[in-house]
């Protein structure tokens, strides 16, 4: 079956401009998370969202939100884009059963701000 | 505070020698611990869920085992394409959801024919 699947898969973008990354999860899975991975930091979780509502939130500023649609697809929005917000995006879905679910992840969207 | 460590940061390896990767957490209460694989330039690739002290799991070349604090993976005689960063991860119990994953900054295996 199809696995993770996440547009564009590479972004440049200026400071101050705003910019909204795409996933697809896996069929039939209701969680998608977001985490952002930088080398000095590794992989942090953002935020997820479980049948169009957040669910949970990671530290990040307000300027980084998302949502997600009926179909489960989800959407995450960046806006005033800092130098420091370049990174590699990951979407992660899972069936969400209320253990500890293992995640799926996609190949993420590189996004270099300069 | 809930931590996860990862030892070492590095390492290398012949073909066939075989060695482990140490995942250290501190959590309160561990849901579960995850292993996942990382190649360059992509997404992390899934390899095992461990939930309780005791629990073992293995994959091929790749075996996970977990105590109250730790967790191995092991390799045994290990091949070139199993050169990518491991990384660990652990969801704690106050943590809802499915996905709220803290991570390591994980080991970069490379293993040299």
């Known amino acids: 079956k199809a696995g993770v699947t996440q547009t564009p898969r590479y972004l440049i973008k200026t400071r101050g401009q705003q910019v909204t990354l795409s996933c697809s999860p896996i069929?039939?899975?209701?969680?998608v998370s977001w985490y952002q991975q930088t080398p000095g930091q590794g992989l942090q979780f953002l935020f997820e969202?479980?049948?169009?509502?957040?669910?949970n939130k990671g530290n990040f500023p307000g300027r980084f939100s998302g949502r997600q649609f009926s179909n489960s697809r989800s959407e995450m929005n960046v806006s005033t884009l800092e130098l420091g917000d370049s990174a590699l995006y990951l979407c992660?879905?899972?069936?969400?059963?209320?253990?500890?679910?293992?995640?799926?992840f996609g190949q993420g969207t590189r996004l270099t701000v300069v | 505070e809930d931590q996860v460590t990862q030892s070492p940061e590095a390492l290398r390896l012949q073909e066939g020698e075989s060695s482990s990767l140490n995942c250290s957490y501190t959590?309160?209460?561990?849901?579960?611990l995850f292993w996942y694989r990382q190649d360059p330039g992509k997404g992390p690739e899934f390899l095992f869920t461990?939930?309780?002290a005791g629990e073992e799991k293995e994959k091929e070349r790749l075996k996970a085992t977990l105590t109250k604090k730790e967790s191995f993976l092991h390799i045994t005689a290990p091949k070139p394409e199993d050169s990518a960063t491991y990384l660990c991860?652990?969801?704690?119990?106050?943590?809802?959801?499915?996905?709220?994953?803290?991570f390591g900054t994980g080991t970069r295996l490379t293993v040299i024919p």
């Open positions: 992660a879905s899972s069936l969400a059963d209320g253990r500890g679910t293992e995640a799926f």
């Open positions: 069929s039939g899975h209701r969680s």
């Open positions: 969202y479980f049948s169009e509502t957040q669910r």
């Open positions: 959590v309160s209460g561990l849901r579960g």
């Open positions: 461990l939930y309780s």
């Open positions: 991860a652990v969801q704690a119990m106050y943590q809802t959801g499915a996905n709220n994953l803290f």
